[in-house]
Every structure is written in C-alpha cells, then in structure tokens.
C-alpha cells in the first residue's frame, strides 16, 4: 500500500484517520499500474477500543476509488490474494460460520468508484453498506446509487447449512416502492 498524499489523525470523541492519495499495486504483468487506487479515504474509529488490545473500526468512507482487476494467460488474478488448492488424502475442513469473516467494520461508503473488471467497465456514483448487529444472523443494510437513482437494499445472512451444504442468503432491493425480494443460497 503507497500513500503519496497527506495523512491526519484527529482524537476526538469520534477519533478519525485521513489518506489521501493511497494506491495498492497491481501484479507486474497487468495492464492497469494499480489495482486499487483512492484520492481519500476517511477512516472514524471507536474511541473506547483505543483503549483496548483492538482498535475497532466504526465506518470507512472512500473517495473517488478505481479498481482494476486482470486475468492473465495462466488464470491467476492481478489482485493479491490467498490461494488455495486441494491436496489429496487432505482433511476435510468444516466450513466456517459464515461464507466470510467479519472485517469488524461497522460500514463502508465509497463515493464515486470506476471499476475495471476483467475488461469489463463499470461505474457507480456511491456505494453504502452497513452491518446490522443481530444474535441469530448478519443484516447488511445499505444503498447503491446509480447517477441520480438509489436503491436501498438488505441482505441476511444466516450460518451454514450442514444438511442442505449452503449458506442461505435473504436479499431484498427497493427499485421505486416495490421491493425485489431473493433467497438464494451459496454454495
């Protein structure tokens, strides 16, 4: 991660870090010189978990973002990440939980974000996504906003199902009043 621009710290009762100018490196062979790129990205913690063994995260705001994500000849990702393959006569692993782990943030707004996905140009004017604590599962709830149209949308997430071998997920989307309302299941 390179940050070029300036960066703050504030303490306060809502304590906050600014980036500006923050970049992630895209792999050598790609086309895109960076695989993330940020102008900010305004970061608010908890100020009683600074005081803490884990600082915690309350809501990350992004600026004017760019993603760039290759494949390239041999099927491998620009973008850094775990790889994992299976090894024969390995154990099986009990899935997690849920399909992912929580980041511990309390939410995420990225304003104004161009996304180039396997070639494939996207662009979006904002992006919120915030979790709902609950006991019997995750609620994410938040909205996309597409030029001048945002959508509001939920999405449950309850924990793994051994007998069914899925997550099952709720999804509802609000397009103008009327809600578009999924359950799928990942597998």
Do not use: C
Request: no cysteine; charged share 30%; aromatic share 10%.
């Amino acid at each position: 991660v390179e940050i070029d621009g300036a960066v703050s710290w504030k303490l306060s009762l809502r304590p906050h870090i600014e980036l500006n100018k923050v970049r992630v490196d895209n792999a050598k062979w790609a086309k895109s010189k960076y695989a993330f790129k940020a102008d900010k990205i305004d970061v608010r913690l908890n100020l009683i978990s600074l005081f803490r063994n884990r600082p915690t995260i309350q809501n990350v705001r992004v600026y004017d973002a760019e993603l760039n994500i290759e494949r390239g000849p041999d099927g491998m990702l620009s973008w850094p990440r775990k790889s994992v393959s299976a090894v024969p006569g390995a154990v099986a692993v009990t899935p997690e939980k849920y399909p992912f782990k929580d980041a511990g943030l309390g939410g995420v707004e990225i304003k104004n974000i161009k996304a180039n996905l396997f070639g494939k140009k996207y662009e979006m004017a904002g992006f919120n996504i915030r979790l709902n604590p609950r006991a019997e599962n995750r609620e994410y709830v938040g909205w996309i906003k597409v030029d001048t149209d945002v959508l509001p949308f939920i999405v449950e997430m309850e924990e793994y199902n051994a007998e069914r071998k899925v997550y099952p997920v709720r999804v509802a989307l609000s397009t103008g009043g009327d809600a578009l309302i999924a359950n799928v299941a990942l597998e």
